[in-house]
């Protein structure tokens, strides 16, 4: 017995195996020893990190440590100001990241929240209420409609109970429960239907049960298990600026030490040439990039909230840019999670029902025709069973801001009631008839409620002096219960020839993933007493067949069409069954030919080296548990793939903090799942995805144009001086001048490349491979072929201008004002060269106008530098001539002319070459 599953011991093997009676529950000193022995029943949390750890962690980054460098340096030079631009920009960074660390703790403390308060137990042959944590396993408990599920239950007898699982399970619809044991011995969640698991809620009728487990030991508690042994990845962009500070402060050593040496060796003097490298150093390392990375996030995020797209982590904005496989939840996400009657069968003839939701608006269509309930008997007869035999209620909710705003705001309609019910009351409303309008001629006698046995439900109504009674449930049940059907406006006998038709129809329309419910009546006589459901349910007329399902979204096969484009490959993963799930990839657009649909019993016979194998085969996984969506998560990670996975149950937590970037529901998703995510989709639409995978995307391009034009810009100040020491020349820029243009001229133009329009085919590309590296695609080719055209025309400007009278002093500051005057001009030019992969040409110059004002603002700021009596003594600066500004600007604007002329002759291969750099990495078969 012991070896057995607890769904499949019998409930008198689970009395025997938690040694307890029924009627008399556990006494209170046995319920002591099995709490010291078990513990309370609460989820318990991993030890957690100090608040200040968690701060002092965020100076632990490489790249921080660089930029701590840097500050040094700076001090030692006497430049306060920028050491202090520094240390603000160290300490934001800090306050961010522990925010962001601090919010992520939270995940258990939500998840606890599910947790029942109080429960109603048998103790000491009494029933009592008890706080939920003290349950042990052992307890007797019962509960009722509206009750929180305090622990896993095994269920010992119940009563019309259904539960709503959908945060642990997936499933849209509540489960119905029974006590019987089950005899399969590997299956999942949603079908252990004698099971009742902590967490979740009852909706309907009532249980009593025997607590099976408790604590970390339930369902729920496996799950907070899973979310604090699963490590949060590390985002593209993280791993990128790590790796960019590594290259750059061994490049910036390298190359000061050779400036430095070369010019000591051409006769400079060591400590002029000693302030001169550290200012190169300092130019080098761009201590303005993680300030201006968080600015493109922030700007980012601002757009995105107003796509419906909450970010919860800056970085996963960037992320979402190089997904390469997006694994969606179904219901409410990729479906409207609002059951609806879209077919009825009536008559041999099919009819489909138009709208959306539960709104009361659409018709019945025949041929595509609206069909006009009056002169259809068995239409009407259909839709009075739907209202009458049944327990749902149909209600308009106004929002709060409509009476205080007074604004016309669109109302919402919601079911009260049983989904599938509900359904049905939609429909008939659709056609004009509603419980209010047809409740008065009707009065209800009797009630048969549904249960998994009989799998119908029946009423008997009193209407003008008769009584009816109302049938609706399985088809094929309902069918075996029917003698007669009403057949093109008549009742005649049910033949075996028409029941083999409706079986049929049903079966085609199970087919097509619907929900099939057959609707049956008959008059009941005065004299008859209906003391019984089986005195009721025979010698019924069948009328019709409805068929339901929760719609997809109809933005979503658009949003999924572009996916593909994109190289985004999309995956459903559901708690559903199998055939609902394949339906409606089927109607999305999501499933090719070859595609594969598999469930949770499959996917566990699979090793992770099988599932490795095949995963980038199957489209569709339907059935799973929390544990199955691990494990697919991980084999596309290790595959190469960037993932996002969407959710908002409890049983998608551990998955969503696992993935790449991890996408929860705002509007039906629970505290867990939010507080595990990077990005929560307030309108819970997938549509939604798409629209921030696009806006990261146009974030990362811009992350790397501003790194294109503030590295060139940085290339080109080391080589200027490089080239001159070599060549025996004096210093080109003075260290001030060198630290001016670093904490000037970089940062407002590059801060505006960071809110630059995407270019047009943004979304026709396929996604970053996730190891790319930051200089990929030409980038590193692009910013050192820059930074030496740079170079060499700064140089060749400061040469022209010293030749004239090479031994004069004040020639010298002339030339080296000259040269600064190029360096800043030619910096300035060439960020709109960084505007697109093509060339400045391609694009419209003023389309970014905050890009313009920032250059502008950049060399007005230049003027007092050069002009200004007061600043030309710090700066070493003098007036320039006209002749002076000519030269600086045919030097200053030849890199970009050059490069302008280069990339229109070649083509413009972007496009071509992008394409097949992408193939051939490991990105999604679309």
Excluded at 364 to 369: M, Q, T
Aim: with cysteine; hydrophobic share 45%.
């Amino acid at each position: 017995m012991s070896s057995k599953k607890w769904f499949q011991m019998t409930p008198q093997q689970a009395l025997q195996s938690m040694d307890v009676q029924p009627q008399q529950g556990l006494s209170s000193k046995e319920v002591k020893r099995r709490q010291e022995q078990h513990g309370l029943n609460v989820l318990t949390e991993a030890d957690g990190v100090s608040p200040i750890t968690l701060f002092l962690n965020q100076f632990k980054d490489f790249m921080v440590l660089v930029l701590l460098g840097a500050t040094l340096i700076s001090g030692l030079l006497g430049e306060y100001l920028d050491a202090i631009t520094i240390i603000a920009i160290i300490f934001i960074n800090a306050i961010l990241g522990f925010v962001q660390e601090f919010r992520a703790e939270k995940s258990l403390r939500a998840l606890k929240e599910l947790s029942a308060p109080m429960a109603k137990v048998m103790r000491d042959g009494q029933v009592m209420g008890v706080p939920a944590a003290e349950l042990v396993p052992g307890d007797i408990v019962l509960l009722e409609s509206g009750d929180r599920v305090p622990a896993d239950i095994r269920i010992l007898e119940e009563s019309g109970c259904y539960i709503e699982e959908s945060a642990l399970t997936g499933e849209s619809v509540p489960v119905h429960k029974q006590s019987e044991a089950i005899e399969q011995e590997d299956i999942g969640l949603g079908d252990q239907s004698n099971m009742a698991f902590m967490g979740t809620l009852v909706t309907r009728g009532s249980f009593k049960g025997i607590v099976m487990a408790t604590g970390m030991k339930t369902e729920m508690g496996k799950i907070a298990d899973l979310i604090q042994n699963t490590d949060e990845m590390e985002t593209p962009l993280q791993h990128r600026l790590e790796q960019l500070g590594k290259i750059l402060i061994v490049i910036a050593i390298a190359l000061t030490i050779m400036v430095v040496v070369a010019g000591i060796l051409h006769g400079q003097p060591t400590y002029g040439m000693f302030l001169a490298g550290v200012s190169l150093a300092v130019a080098a390392i761009p201590e303005g990039l993680p300030a201006i990375v968080t600015i493109a996030l922030a700007l980012g995020v601002q757009r995105m909230i107003k796509r419906k797209a909450i970010v919860r982590k800056l970085p996963s904005v960037e992320t979402l840019g190089c997904a390469s496989v997006i694994c969606s939840d179904k219901t409410g996400t990729l479906t409207q999670n609002k059951m609806t009657v879209t077919h009825l069968w009536l008559g041999n003839q099919l009819y489909e029902v138009s709208g959306e939701g539960y709104k009361p608006y659409g018709d019945i269509l025949s041929n595509g025709k609206a069909v006009d309930i009056r002169g259809d008997q068995a239409l009407r007869r259909l839709l009075q069973i739907s209202v009458l035999c049944n327990n749902a209620e149909l209600t308009e909710v106004y929002p709060e801001q409509r009476k205080k705003q007074k604004q016309q705001l669109e109302s919402e309609w919601k079911i009260n009631g049983d989904p599938t019910e509900g359904a049905l009351i939609v429909l008939a409303a659709k056609a004009g008839m509603t419980k209010q309008s047809i409740e008065g001629l009707y009065q209800r006698e009797a009630e048969f409620p549904f249960d998994s046995e009989r799998k119908r439900m029946s009423v008997v109504v009193q209407h003008q002096g008769g009584r009816l009674a109302f049938v609706k449930g399985a088809p094929d049940v309902v069918v075996e219960q029917c003698s007669y059907i009403l057949w093109e406006g008549k009742v005649i006998p049910f033949t075996q020839t028409l029941k083999q038709k409706v079986l049929a129809a049903n079966e085609a329309m199970a087919r097509s993933a619907l929900r099939v419910l057959g609707l049956s009546y008959r008059e009941v006589k005065p004299s008859e007493v209906c003391g019984s459901e089986a005195e009721v349910e025979s010698q019924l007329v069948f009328v019709g067949l409805t068929g339901m399902i929760d719609p997809p979204r109809k933005e979503v096969k658009q949003a999924i069409a572009k996916c593909k484009r994109a190289g985004i490959r999309t995956v459903m993963i559901t708690g559903d069954h199998k055939t609902t799930a394949e339906a409606i990839a089927h109607q999305l657009g999501m499933l090719p030919q070859k595609g594969m649909v598999i469930d949770g019993r499959q996917l566990s016979a699979m090793s992770d080296e099988e599932l490795e194998k095949r995963v980038e085969d199957i489209y569709v996984y339907a059935r799973v548990s929390p544990e199955h969506k691990l494990r697919i998560v991980k084999a596309l990670q290790n595959k190469g793939h960037v993932v996002a996975m969407t959710g908002d149950g409890v049983n998608d937590a551990p998955a969503i903090k696992a993935s790449d970037i991890g996408i929860a529901m705002g509007f039906t998703g629970t505290d867990v799942s939010k507080e595990a995510s990077s990005l929560i989709l307030s309108d819970d639409n997938f549509a939604t995805i798409v629209s921030a995978i696009e806006e990261g995307r146009g974030i990362y391009e811009n992350i790397r144009k501003f790194i294109r034009y503030l590295l060139a810009s940085n290339v080109g100040e080391i080589l200027v001086m490089f080239f001159a020491m070599m060549a025996g020349l004096p210093l080109p820029l003075v260290p001030i001048q060198i630290l001016w243009v670093n904490l000037v001229t970089d940062g407002l133009p590059a801060m505006a490349l960071g809110v630059d329009p995407s270019e047009s085919d943004l979304m026709e590309q396929k996604p970053r491979p996730a190891k790319e590296n930051i200089f990929a695609r030409r980038l590193g080719w692009k910013i050192i072929s820059r930074g030496i055209l740079i170079g060499i025309c700064t140089l060749a400007a400061f040469w022209l201008t010293l030749r004239e009278n090479p031994g004069d002093a004040g020639q010298l500051m002339k030339a080296q004002t000259v040269a600064f005057a190029t360096l800043v001009m030619a910096q300035l030019i060439h960020v709109f060269d960084c505007r697109s992969s093509r060339s400045i040409f391609q694009r419209n110059l003023f389309e970014n106008k905050f890009l313009v004002a920032a250059v502008v603002s950049s060399a007005l700021l230049m003027l007092p530098v050069l002009y200004m009596d007061a600043l030309q003594p710090i700066f070493k600066t003098v007036d320039l001539m006209l002749r002076d500004w000519a030269l600086v600007f045919v030097f200053a604007g030849i890199p970009t002319f050059l490069m302008g002329i280069g990339s229109v002759m070649k083509g413009s291969p972007k496009n071509k070459k992008r394409s097949i750099r992408y193939s051939s990495q490991p990105t999604a078969r679309s």
